[in-house]
């Protein structure tokens, strides 16, 4: 049993039908879903479950992805195996999602260009997020410069490809894991690529939009030291006008 992720082939997909193939408790596995269970940093979706004859939509409250299975934990008693459900994620909060993601992806593509420096960690909020690199200097220049060459990439508009690999030919490119660590399944056998043409190439399972002006730019709005060579950058979105 497996689900099918729609999020990896389409971000833009915010609705889906899709049939009960396990229970337990209030948590439902579904065969398809349009839900991002979370991970990478990127937090997971929000949205509601509904079927016939439902006094009121089930909220997803959380989600989990063990194996190949994704879990939506509903507020709500589910209905029988087999039943059909139809998922509708939160679009805003995904949108918000999509567009700090590829914004990170922009900052880290941006500081391993320029100083060739890796990243140790990061995680994404409603309203922010922040991304830890293993760099000793960072001081009111160099935020001023990372600042700048971000806003001046996003506004360079560069199209955003998905695609997968087999894992020989993904590990055959050259700085494909861009943190530290290597947090990439020892017996994954596909890798999906986020690919900022021109700019970057990652291994990545989250979601993104489809061109960098869509992140409409970002703010460096609070550093933090976190230890001799592990400096943390904190952003903010500007808005985006299509």
């Not at 396990?22 to 065969?31: R, Y």
């Not at 004859?53 to 209905?79: E, F, T």
């Not at 460096?220 to 943390?232: L, P, Q």
Request: aromatic share 8%; proline share 5%.
């Amino acid at each position: 049993m497996k689900t099918k992720l729609l999020y990896h082939t389409n971000s833009f997909t915010y609705e889906c039908t899709a049939t009960i193939v396990a229970i337990e408790g209030d948590d439902i596995a579904l065969d398809a879903t349009a839900f991002y269970p979370g991970g990478g940093g990127q937090m997971a979706d929000r949205g509601i479950i509904t079927w016939e004859n439902q006094d009121y939509p089930a909220s997803v409250i959380s989600m989990h992805k063990r194996n190949d299975i994704v879990w939506h934990s509903l507020d709500y008693p589910p209905p029988p195996l087999g039943t059909k459900v139809v998922g509708t994620i939160d679009w805003d909060f995904r949108y918000q999602m999509m567009r700090t993601h590829t914004a990170l992806h922009i900052l880290c593509g941006i500081i391993w260009k320029e100083f060739g420096i890796q990243v140790t960690g990061g995680q994404m909020y409603p309203d922010r997020a922040r991304m830890d690199f293993a760099m000793e200097n960072l001081d009111k220049e160099r935020i001023n410069y990372i600042e700048e060459q971000v806003n001046t990439a996003i506004e360079a508009d560069y199209p955003i490809r998905v695609y997968s690999l087999p894992r020989e030919k993904a590990f055959a490119i050259p700085d494909l894991v861009r943190t530290k660590i290597n947090l990439l399944p020892p017996d994954i056998e596909e890798v999906r690529i986020v690919e900022i043409v021109g700019l970057d190439l990652q291994a990545d399972g989250g979601t993104h939009v489809n061109h960098t002006r869509e992140v409409g730019g970002i703010r460096i709005t609070k550093t933090e030291n976190k230890g001799r060579i592990n400096k943390r950058l904190e952003i903010m979105l500007d808005s985006y006008n299509s």
